[in-house]
C-alpha cells in the first residue's frame, strides 16, 4: 500500500510560482506513474501532468509550458514546479500513484493553490 502526502499549496499572485510535492510512504515508490490532477469549485477534476516510471512526462495543453512534473525516486517524491500562476489554476491539486499491473490506484488528500492578487 502507498500513502501520498501533498504539499507546497498556498496563495499566489498572478504570474507567480509554485512548487507542489508528492511524498509517498510505502514500497516500489519508482514502479508507479503518478500524476496531479486538480479540482475547481464547481468542476470535474482534470488531470494537469503525469510522470511514468522512466519519468517520461506529459502535461495538458492548458499547462504544458508552465508547469513542470519531476520525479526523485529516492525520495519518493513527486513534484510539479508551476510557473506564471494565473486565477484560473485556482483548484485543490490532487496527486495520484497508480501501477496498471498491480492494478493499485491511490489519491493524496489534496493541497489547495490559490491564485489571486
Known amino acids: 500500500q502507498v500513502q501520498l502526502v501533498e504539499s507546497g499549496g498556498g496563495l499566489a499572485q498572478p504570474g507567480g510560482s509554485l512548487r507542489l510535492s508528492c511524498v509517498a510512504e510505502?514500497?516500489?515508490?519508482?514502479?508507479?506513474?503518478v500524476s496531479w490532477y486538480r479540482q475547481a469549485p464547481g468542476k470535474e477534476r482534470e488531470l494537469v501532468a503525469r510522470?511514468?516510471?522512466?519519468?517520461?512526462?506529459i502535461s495538458t495543453a492548458s499547462t504544458k509550458d508552465r508547469f513542470t512534473i519531476s520525479r526523485d525516486n529516492a525520495k519518493n517524491t513527486v513534484y510539479l514546479q508551476m510557473t506564471s500562476l494565473k486565477p484560473e489554476d485556482t483548484a485543490v491539486y490532487y496527486c495520484?500513484?497508480?501501477?496498471?499491473?498491480?492494478?493499485?490506484?491511490?489519491w493524496g488528500q489534496g493541497t489547495q493553490v490559490t491564485v489571486s492578487s
Open positions: 510505502g514500497e516500489f515508490f519508482g514502479l508507479y506513474t
Open positions: 495520484n500513484a497508480e501501477n496498471a499491473i498491480l492494478n493499485v490506484k491511490y
Open positions: 510522470i511514468t516510471p522512466r519519468s517520461s512526462a
